[in-house]
Nanobody
Framework: QKQLVESGGGSVQPGGSLRLSCVAV????????LSWYRQGSGEERELVAA????????QYGDSVKGRFTISRDNAKNTMYLQMNNLKPEDAAMYYC???????????WGQGTQVTVSS
């Protein structure tokens, strides 16, 4: 019943931009820590960005600092990842994750594919 649904992936040239969205269905995640992960072909899944419930504390992986921006709109039960100046190494499946404040409940989206090529 509870699920996360990602959208906004696609194919862009290097230097292009995409905006990913993740909406919660079946629950309200205003108190949850939210994050974006990615996994490229043959790679380990890695943290891209994270944001706390209030939206005032954010963290980013070193490789995306200055290019990606995480945000959330709790009224819409949605979080976003604005990706600018995309590089070929950014190509991956991107997943959103919601972690409950009590730590025992977490949800993953199905993923959205990002391709960066010339």
């Amino acid at each position: 019943q509870k699920q996360l649904v990602e959208s906004g992936g696609g194919s862009v040239q290097p230097g292009g931009s995409l905006r990913l969205s993740c909406v919660a269905v079946g629950f309200t995640y205003n108190m949850y820590t939210l994050s974006w992960y990615r996994q490229g072909s043959g790679e380990e899944r890695e943290l891209v960005a994270a944001i706390n419930g209030a939206g005032n504390v954010k963290q980013y992986g070193d490789s995306v600092k200055g290019r990606f921006t995480i945000s959330r709109d709790n009224a819409k039960n949605t979080m976003y990842l604005q990706m600018n100046n995309l590089k070929p190494e950014d190509a991956a499946m991107y997943y959103c994750k919601a972690q409950s404040p009590w730590g025992s409940e977490q949800y993953w989206g199905q993923g959205t594919q990002v391709t960066v090529s010339s």
